[in-house]
């Protein structure tokens, strides 16, 4: 069972609630390192980064 960690967009605080306890603002969930090999999107966000300069 895996738990979710959210971040909130607002304070940028770390919570396991939709809504911020701190400051009541929504929260997203983290995502993973950008270059995990465990990402299956790291290597198309690896060659987008490329074609876009
Ligand atoms: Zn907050």
Redesign the pocket.
């Known amino acids: 069972m895996r738990s979710k960690i959210l971040r909130?967009t607002?304070?940028s605080?770390y919570t396991l609630k939709d809504i911020?306890s701190?400051?009541g603002?929504h929260t997203t969930i983290t995502k993973p390192a950008r270059f995990s090999p465990d990402d299956p999107y790291g290597k198309y966000r690896r060659v987008l980064g490329q074609e876009a300069k």
């Open positions: 909130c607002a304070c605080r911020c701190i400051c603002g």
